[in-house]
């Protein structure tokens, strides 16, 4: 095979049904640093490249929310909006400002430590129901807040930066991926993973199937793992002829059987996820060289979007591939 046709092949040039529908919306020309998706999708929280942290409306590019400069602690760290968009949280270095986003104003401020007195918070997450807070420090420790009693326990599960956590479903359990390369299942407040799996390189991706039962993780070399979200077993694993592939965001597609991931460059992949075949690979539209896939939404078992660094919401019909 030729090398422009082999290329071709790993990319999905020409032989791939064109699945992009093209960008709808152009929400900054200040770039993306960090940019997350309501769970509706209907907004897009977003840090951008002049430090301005604001939430659009994706319908129309209307600025619902732009937080007030002088009351943000640099550097910003992590972003989240919880599943009903009524609160906005700020990680700072070792400060958590969260926002009522229907008052437009400061809550509260809330320090979090690591078991390192040098560490700094690393990533966040939030209970669906609002009630639980986890803060994942550099030094791979994690707290567990929980936001009503205000208790909150913390313990040291890994050895490296805390760079992806995800809530199950009722707020119970979650999992943890770090740069020391493990993954495990958590029960909330207690420091005995349920589970966990030992990876040779560090984790650059982990994402929970929207019913809660499958759990997606990559390495950062070759390991591509599709698991049982409850026990941890292995269903399957990504199959590509590239000797390896580097997956930094990855998202479910209800009820599809689908998985789309995104690479470090401007490349979008999709797979069927029982059986780790590859679909194809398509190139996303952006405005820089260098631009790459910061978050996705998935509205229905057809569509995806995509938000990319260049502040470009991209949609994409995914029905085409159903018969592939």
């Not at 009693?149 to 479903?169: D, G, Q, V, W, Y």
């Not at 059987?257 to 999709?270: E, N, P, Q, R, V």
Request: aromatic fraction near 8%; proline fraction near 4%.
């Amino acid at each position: 095979m030729c090398v422009v046709c082999f290329a071709c092949f790993l990319i999905g040039c020409g032989s791939q049904p064109e699945i992009s529908k093209g960008v709808t919306s152009q929400l900054t020309q200040n770039g993306v640093i960090i940019g997350h998706f309501s769970k509706d999708g209907e907004w897009t929280v977003t840090l951008d490249g002049n430090a301005d942290i604001q939430i659009h409306d994706n319908a129309d590019q209307s600025i619902v929310f732009k937080v007030p400069k002088d009351k943000v602690k640099t550097p910003v760290k992590a972003l989240l909006l919880s599943d009903d968009k009524s609160m906005l949280i700020i990680a700072g270095e070792n400060l958590i400002s969260i926002w009522s986003v229907p008052k437009q104003k400061l809550v509260t401020n809330v320090p979090f430590a690591g078991v390192s007195p040098l560490a700094s918070i690393s990533s966040l997450a939030l209970s669906h129901d609002n009630k639980r807070l986890l803060v994942a420090m550099d030094d791979g420790s994690v707290n567990m807040a929980d936001l009503f009693t205000k208790i909150n326990n913390r313990f040291m599960p890994h050895s490296r930066p805390i760079e992806h956590l995800a809530f199950h479903e009722n707020a119970e359990y979650f999992v943890t991926g770090a740069q020391d390369g493990l993954v495990a299942m958590w029960q909330f407040a207690s420091p005995e993973p349920v589970y966990q799996h030992q990876f040779n390189h560090r984790v650059t991706s982990l994402t929970v199937s929207p019913d809660g039962k499958h759990l997606f993780v990559s390495d950062g070399l070759n390991a591509q793992h599709v698991l049982d979200f409850e026990s941890g077993k292995l269903i399957s694993e990504l199959k590509y002829m590239a000797r390896f592939k580097m997956f930094r965001k990855a998202k479910f597609i209800s009820n599809s059987g689908l998985l789309a991931t995104s690479s470090s460059k401007s490349h979008l992949s999709i797979w069927r996820y029982d059986s780790g075949e590859e679909l194809g690979t398509w190139s996303i539209r952006t405005a820089n060289e260098g631009a790459t896939v910061v978050d996705m939404y998935v509205p229905n078992s057809n569509t995806l979007v995509t938000l990319n660094s260049d502040g470009m919401l991209e949609t994409w019909a995914v029905n085409l591939l159903a018969e592939k």
